[in-house]
Structures are given as structure tokens and as C-alpha cells.
């Protein structure tokens, strides 16, 4: 039982704290209390199905009683100890991670989450290639530091600009709800162009989601990761894949690149790699990279790098990763989440268009099929979408709703049977406005 009431969390916490990305006179955050699995609980004691794993991370599910007590053991021995120095739990995750990351990638750098990860991959880009220019796409999201929200292209960098210098945006393989299908060939052609009007000589890195993630679930056409991977090594760029969200079974495999057989220079990884329990992040590296630091000093490092308890949960999440089948169940049940998709296309007009990889999924919403308008703008939201998020939030269906898009995100431990609730009260939500 809480001591405060859910009114006096809430007034408590918004008149002492401040939200993230929000207009805080407008904010109205849900009082939680507990979760477990696939379900959060309010202190008045609402049930929420997540559909969104939180912020996509929370992929074995919510207070695993392994994660818990290897969080627990760790912190009675050694809550802490300084970066400089090493312990069992470091040396176990570093060889864990290099026999589940692709190819040759196979010596990690801790980190405090996704956006120092980021961070951290292109400063050791720049310093191993001399080069001081970075690529990323205008769809992408990869933090909200000084450096990773400039590398950011979505409209959250707007309000944070002029950013870092020497980053440049370039086109994705996709063009909005209603423009031309996505094509690979010409989205290389596109970033050919800007590579040579940039100058290769010029350029560390190219960072990439795999599958972008808040930005609309996109998956690449095939050939376009392996065109971007040969483009890159023609001219020697780094190839940076931002695995932050994808990685850790979203997508059906350990990580996305997994998909189309390309090996990145770096990869970066969060969320999945601790289930969100406690702060982590790593930065992969493949011998190409981290042997220039052989002889160089690596000019990085903050106190809380390679945290003893970070990497205890990490080491128990893998684990239940493997034990439960969860790279194995989302694959299975991304088929299931792909008929429920194909289901609610055929009942409702309103759905324009569907997509999902393993368990990372969205539904896009139109005014018209023939138009293929979206129900809302890019940055914006409509009436209809507000409803829709009122609509979910009173049935206790938590997801994201972006611009016209509703995120189908759920733990990688969600049963079919809650799979189908989820969709049913999406189902009831598109009625409600249709």
C-alpha cells in the first residue's frame, strides 16, 4: 500500500518535478504503484495491459523475480566500484555479449544507457577515422544529449537546435503514409549523392536504426542495409547500427541487423540488454575499431560506467531471455500480431497501413484510402487521435500514439490470449471514431 493517495503523488510530483518532453501545465502522469509481466497497476489499483513495453524496453516483462534478486545479490557485495577496475560481473557480460552480437563485434564499452552508447560510438568514430563528419536520417531517433539529439532528425531536435556541428541528414528508404512505396535504390542513390557532395574523406560514421523505432516502425526494404554496409566500406565509413530499441528479441532475432546478414563497425544497445530494470548501455565494437585504441588513449569514461548492478541485471535478463524462449516467442508471435494487423485493415477504413517485426509493430491511421491522408499530420495530432488516446487509456490499453500512428509494442512475455485483448480494444477504439 502506498502512503500517499494517487491525487497527492501526482500534485507532489508535478509541483517538485519536471516531465520529459512535455508542456508540464498540461501533464497528467498515471500514478503506478507495481508491475508484473505484461501489466502495470495504479495505486487506485487500475489494471494497464503495456502495450509499448514502457518505452520499448521492458522486454521480458515487468519485476522479474530473477532480475530482482540478482539486482539484490550484487548490491550486497558490491553495490559499486570504480570503472577503472573490474569485477566477475564485467568480465562475464563483456564475453556474453561477444558471443551474442553478429560476427566479429565482440568487445563492448558500458555505459550509463542508449544516448551515452550513442554519444560514445561517434567520438570513437571520429577519433579512429580522423574524420569529423556524421551521417543519420531524417527518421531516426537516438537521444536527447547535445551530440545524439543533433543526430537526431525527427522534429525533437528543433527546439535543441544549432546542435553539435559536422552532422549531416540524409533521406530514408521511406516516404510518408501515402508517397511512393519504399525503394531501395533510390535511397542509395539519394546517400551516395550526399556522401560525394560531402566528400568520403570527410565522413566518420553513418548511424542508422535498423528498424526505426519512434518514428514509425520502419522496416528497410530489402538490400538497402547491405547497399548502406558496401557504400560505407567503399569509402570507409564507419557503419553505426543504433540497436537501442531493436536489439534484445524485439524484432525476432537477438538484433535486427541479424535480419539481412550485415555486420556494423559499432552497434549500440539499452533498454532490452537490462529489460529497462536499471540503467545500461554498451557500445560493441568490431576489431577494425577498438584496436586503434591499442595505442591511443580512449578519451571517454563517466563514474557510473560498467555498474556493478547494471550488470548483474543485464547478465539475469540474457538468462531469462534464454530460459523463457522470448527471442524465439516474439518471432512466433509477430505472425500472430501480423493477422491481427491484417485484421483490423480489413474492418476498419481507417487503417491505411500495417507493419511489424517480431514484436515491433504499428498501425497507421487515414482519412482516406484513396488519399491515403494521413488521420493526422507529421509533428501533429488531430481530434480523432486524442480520442483515440483517451479511448485506450479509459479501457487500460497503454501504448504510444504518434501522429498517426498507434505503436503495438508489448513485452516479448505476453501471452496470445493478452495479445488479442490488446487488439480488441484497439478494435473498439477505431469504431469509436469511424
Not at 145 to 160: C, E, F, K, Q, S
Not at 381 to 396: P, Q, V, Y
Request: hydrophobic share 40%; glycine share 10%.
Amino acid at each position: 500500500m502506498s502512503e500517499l493517495s494517487a491525487q497527492e503523488i501526482v500534485d507532489l510530483s508535478l509541483r517538485h518535478t519536471l516531465y520529459d518532453w512535455q508542456q508540464q501545465g498540461t501533464t497528467r502522469p498515471i500514478p503506478v504503484a507495481s508491475a508484473r509481466g505484461s501489466e502495470f497497476f495504479t495505486v487506485d489499483g487500475k489494471r494497464y495491459l503495456d502495450f509499448n513495453s514502457q518505452l520499448m524496453g521492458v522486454n521480458i516483462g515487468h519485476a522479474d523475480p530473477r532480475v530482482a534478486q540478482a539486482i539484490a545479490e550484487q548490491a550486497k557485495v558490491l553495490p559499486y566500484i570504480s570503472p577503472f577496475m573490474t569485477t566477475e560481473a564485467r568480465a562475464k557480460l563483456g564475453k556474453k555479449l561477444a558471443d551474442l552480437l553478429p560476427g566479429d563485434l565482440d568487445k563492448v564499452f558500458f555505459t550509463l544507457g542508449g544516448a551515452e552508447a550513442n554519444e560514445n560510438a561517434i567520438r570513437i568514430a571520429k577519433a579512429v577515422t580522423g574524420r569529423q563528419k556524421i551521417l543519420a536520417r531524417y527518421r531516426s531517433y537516438h537521444g536527447a544529449t547535445y551530440a545524439t539529439i543533433t543526430l537526431t532528425g525527427d522534429p525533437r531536435r528543433w527546439a535543441n537546435e544549432p546542435g553539435m556541428p559536422g552532422v549531416v541528414h540524409v533521406l530514408d528508404p521511406y516516404h510518408g503514409t501515402g508517397r511512393p512505396a519504399d525503394n531501395a535504390d533510390a535511397a542509395l542513390a539519394y546517400l551516395e549523392e550526399t556522401i560525394m557532395l560531402e566528400g568520403p574523406s570527410t565522413i566518420a560514421a553513418f548511424i542508422l536504426e535498423p528498424v526505426t523505432g519512434t518514428n514509425g516502425i520502419l522496416i528497410p526494404p530489402e538490400g538497402y542495409l547491405q547497399g548502406v554496409r558496401e557504400l560505407c566500406d567503399r569509402h570507409g565509413i564507419l557503419l553505426i547500427a543504433d540497436e537501442v530499441m531493436s536489439g534484445f528479441g524485439r524484432t525476432g532475432e537477438w538484433f535486427a541487423v541479424n535480419h539481412w546478414d550485415v555486420v556494423p563497425d559499432i552497434l549500440t544497445m539499452a533498454k532490452g540488454l537490462t529489460s529497462s530494470a536499471v540503467p545500461l548501455g554498451a557500445v560493441g565494437l568490431r576489431p577494425n575499431v577498438y584496436s586503434f585504441f591499442d595505442e591511443h588513449v580512449f578519451a571517454g569514461g563517466l563514474t557510473y560506467n560498467s555498474h556493478p548492478l547494471g550488470l548483474a541485471a543485464a547478465l539475469a535478463t540474457i538468462r531469462v531471455y534464454e530460459e523463457d524462449g522470448l527471442i524465439e516467442n516474439s518471432r512466433k508471435l509477430g505472425e500472430v500480431m501480423a493477422r491481427h494487423h491484417r485484421e483490423l485493415h480489413d474492418r476498419h477504413p481507417s487503417v491505411g497501413l500495417v507493419r511489424n517485426i517480431g514484436l515491433f509493430g504499428i498501425v497507421e491511421l487515414v482519412r482516406d484510402r484513396a488519399t491515403m491522408e494521413p488521420m493526422a499530420p507529421y509533428n501533429g495530432t488531430s481530434d480523432e487521435m486524442k480520442a483515440i488516446s483517451k479511448f485506450l487509456d479509459e479501457r487500460g490499453l497503454y501504448t504510444m500514439v504518434r501522429w498517426n500512428g498507434i505503436m503495438t509494442n508489448p513485452p516479448l512475455c505476453i501471452t496470445e490470449e493478452q495479445l488479442a485483448e490488446g487488439f480488441g480494444i484497439i478494435d473498439e477504439a477505431l469504431s469509436s471514431i469511424e
